[in-house]
């Protein structure tokens, strides 16, 4: 249970980052970081080792698939045995994962092993992470749920998406430039396993425990917040235990249905993006890297305006989040697809990103409000769930089109957004003001 000292630290990132939230920031920032840094360099990769464009897509397909199928299962395990234990399991799951995905590239480009079975292990290392990877992320949320109240859950959500947001853009932006001699291509996974290895030291011994007494499944009651700035919630007073919560409940249906069309158009815009820029510029793939990092750093710099300068400064909640969202990564989709030099690429995949910026936090915080608190470590689970399920076979789909005509990937992307745009208008749950009450109070 959540002991009194535990309790009065509070969770409040609108007067700053208590130290307990900023370790939660750090464990999904360093694994969407890892998670996502192979877009930069897994187009050179597979073109260095002969290994098909669409097969080099297919990589993430087999995480993905693990990852949507765990997640839920992860976020029920996290409410009866304590979030910090997922959160932990997660980080190992991570960095054997990619301490194994290192090895075996690094062996594929030394020439000792064959390219075939450089895509199996890696394959299988994927699948290792999106098994036992995917429990941070639902806990982590459902830790943060468990400690605010609505009106600061859209903010602390929000910050929370921008950990995992900001680290799918900065993840790719800064691997290529851990492309170094002797590991080579191999050198962004190495680096990233050392930051996931200190990420769970650091954790283990600073993050306060949650567990449940031994043999004994704590209820949900015993994890209502305790709130330094106001009263505590009423959400799910009575005692019951964790049920789980499907990603079709109606109460975040819609929520589920935006977010997985959002990580859909992400997921297939982004994963041909490298082979975009090297097609585009016309340069060995080895030279590119530097143009790409440059091009997903600037997406970075996107996702940070929205997530820690623009949601704040003007209170956004989950109604305008969805719209703006959805409509800027359409304007950013279509320029892209129309770009012809690398100024014009950048601009573009930064418009698009900044979109993406406020979509994410949109739909995860309102799913998140939609349900009690009771509820929580389910609603984090299913739209977990539904982020990873984006990516099974979205990149695949995106380096097909590509395939047949560079533009199309992002024009199909932009016809999916502009869709979702119109159903965050029509769609009364989506349209709903969740939090407009308490946003008034404050």
Known sequence: MVGPAEGDRGMNPSGGLRSDFALLFLVLFVVAAGNTALQSVLPTIGRELGIPDLLVATIFSFSALMWTFAAPRWADASDRYGRKALILLGLGGYFVSKLICAFVILAGLKHLIA???VFIIFAAARSLF??????????????????????????????????????????????????????????????FAAFALITLIIVSRRLP???????????????????????????????????????????????SIYGLAIGNAQAASGQSLGFFI?????????????????????AAAATLLAQWALIPMFHLGPKLLLRWGAG?????????????????????????SLGYGFARPGFSAG???????????????????????????????????????????YLLSAVLLLAMLLYSLKNPLLGSDLDRDEVQTQ
């Open 209 to 255: 425990a949650d567990a449940p007494s031994a043999g004994e499944e704590r209820p949900i009651a015993n994890l209502e917040p305790t709130v330094a700035t106001g009263p505590r919630s009423t959400h799910g007073a009575r005692t019951r235990t964790h049920r789980g919560l499907s990603w079709r409940d109606p109460r975040i249906l819609p929520f």
């Open 328 to 352: 800027l990564a359409a304007a950013g989709s279509i320029l892209l697809a129309v770009s012809t030099d690398f100024y014009g690429i950048v601009l573009s995949f930064a418009i698009a």
């Open 115 to 117: 390219p075939i079975a």
């Open 278 to 298: 090297i097609d585009r510029l016309g340069l060995p793939p080895i030279e590119a890297q530097t143009f790409i990092g440059i091009a997903l750093m600037a």
């Open 130 to 191: 999106g098994l036992f990877g995917s429990a941070s992320n639902p806990a982590a949320q459902a830790y943060v749920a468990s400690r605010t109240t609505p009106s600061e859950r859209t903010r602390a959500l929000s910050v929370l998406a921008s950990a995992f947001g900001l680290g799918t853009i900065v993840g790719p932006a800064v691997a290529p430039f851990f492309v170094l001699p002797v590991v080579t291509l191999s050198g962004p996974m190495f680096a």
């Open 367 to 409: 799913a998140s409000l939609a349900v009690g608190l009771e509820d929580q470590g389910g609603a984090a689970g299913a739209i977990t769930a539904v982020n990873g399920a984006a990516f099974i076979i979205a990149p695949t789909i995106g380096i097909a089109l590509y395939q047949v005509w560079q533009p199309l990937p």
